[in-house]
């Protein structure tokens, strides 16, 4: 931004990548760790300067996505056309979104030094002032500034310390943030699979034991996201490919219970009470997901777990990302709710910098927090929501969760908002 691009700025991370460069081959088949962003997210990368270096590698736009529960009560579709755009969002490999924010570092004209080191120690140093950061910044002339001792003997001083390291985040276990959350008795095993020919769709089907995502990643692969008991991934990661890729076909196929039908409440004729000005939607009908042909990647399996830290920011520090909260997977929202806090954070700096306040004072930072927080916990609360809805087979909450799943499909208006809501252009609430 060009209010910020005067900053001086240290890169802490150990990962070897920044130094020698992230190595992309085009041959190689996608790697399993995906992220799904967001029209919003993919904005930002636009404004920032890092989308051209991306678009030189493989990435999957999808203009449609198919949403449908196993007991076969009910699905919705979503279509780019359905608010007037030419997609719902883009899957890129995680190397390929950080080989492209690396390179847009780099190629920045901004005063900034890597340090391939971990964090060791963080504190505050009251009333220290004129002192160099180590190289890294110009003199300080006011405020109380961090100090920071890195595991090379490296020490710097700042007067910001933003903690984007993930959500066993070391900065906010130094800085002392508290943190909300709890461990889903779930696991979620990803990998890239291929079929016979390119996937333009985002699929999820609700399962008993969690949903399982099959996301277009570009060519003829897709990425699985498979959430399921710890033992059932472990059994799975374990199992032949030809047992594996038998298993992903039928989840993603007739396995647990039937195909939805549109009849189920009428056609959409259970919604004509809102027909009074308002719109209904027609579906374009159910479709069966292309099918798996085989595995062309490792399976990695990981836990998932909800976290929120109770405070966003300190003084001299703040937290984006997994580092401040960690989401259910089940809609790929955890990345774009980071980009979204990197977005809001870097535009209370540059409007720190417009008239001259401390980038570090805690009364600018909670600006960054008043605007993230709710914005977090609301599409925190949405996924946790759903995780518990779909954990429980139990006929009444069956049908009512067909019937939202039917409204989302039939309801125009509904429709739009929910596509809105998930492409981070609209919040909450959806009907105001």
């Not at 056309?81 to 997609?87: G, L, P, T």
């Not at 990647?297 to 401040?324: C, Q, W």
């Not at 049908?399 to 739009?416: M, W």
Request: hydrophobic fraction near 40%; include cysteine; proline fraction near 5%.
């Amino acid at each position: 931004m060009p209010l910020t691009k005067n900053l001086n700025i240290a890169i802490i991370d150990s990962n070897p990548a920044l130094v020698n460069g992230i190595r992309i081959n085009k041959e190689d088949p996608p790697d399993p760790r995906v992220s799904t962003i967001t029209p919003a997210t993919i904005s930002m990368f636009r404004d920032i300067g890092a989308w051209q270096y991306l678009q030189q590698y493989r990435h999957a736009y999808f203009d449609k996505m198919q949403v449908w529960d196993y007991t076969g009560l009910g699905y919705t579709r979503y279509h780019a056309r359905d608010v007037d755009k030419d997609s719902l969002g883009c899957v890129v490999e995680n190397k390929v979104l950080q080989s492209s924010l690396l390179l847009c570092i780099q190629n920045a004209d901004i005063q900034k030094k890597i340090f391939p080191s971990r964090l060791v120690s963080m504190s505050l140093n009251p009333g220290l002032k004129s002192k160099r950061m180590d190289g890294i910044s110009p003199e300080i002339s006011r405020g109380d500034l961090t100090k920071l001792q890195l595991n090379d003997g490296t020490c710097l001083y700042a007067k910001l310390v933003v903690g984007a390291d993930g959500s066993k985040s070391q900065v906010r276990e130094l800085a002392g943030f508290k943190t909300t959350g709890w461990n889903y008795s779930q696991n979620a095993i990803i990998c890239t699979v291929e079929h016979a020919s390119e996937n333009r769709c985002a699929w999820q089907r609700f399962l008993p034991a969690g949903p399982i995502a099959l996301l277009p990643v570009g060519d003829n692969f897709s990425n699985i996201v498979w959430t399921m008991n710890p033992k059932e991934a472990l059994d799975r990661k374990s199992m032949t490919e030809a047992d594996f890729v038998k298993t992903v076909n039928h989840a993603l196929d007739h396995g647990f219970g039937p195909h939805p039908t549109s009849s189920l409440l009428g056609n959409g004729n259970f919604f004509s009470w809102f027909r009074a000005g308002v719109v209904t939607s027609g579906d374009g009908g159910f479709e069966i997901p292309p099918k798996v042909l085989k595995l062309a990647s490792e399976r990695m399996v990981f836990p998932l777990s909800l976290r929120h830290a109770n405070d966003y920011v300190s003084k001299h520090v703040a937290l984006i990302g997994d580092a401040a909260h960690t989401v259910h997977p089940l809609a790929g929202q955890g990345v774009n709710l980071g980009f979204g806090d990197a977005f809001a954070l870097s535009r209370v700096i540059g409007e720190a910098i417009a008239v001259g306040m401390d980038i570090g004072e805690v009364s600018l930072l909670k600006k960054y927090e008043a605007e993230r927080k709710p914005a977090n916990i609301a599409m925190m609360a949405i996924l946790d929501g759903f995780q518990k809805a779909y954990s429980v087979d139990f006929g009444p909450l069956n049908i009512l969760r067909a019937a939202g799943l039917h409204a989302a499909n039939y309801i125009s208006p509904l429709k739009r908002r929910i596509i809105s809501y998930a492409s981070g252009e609209q919040r909450l609430p959806l009907f105001s």
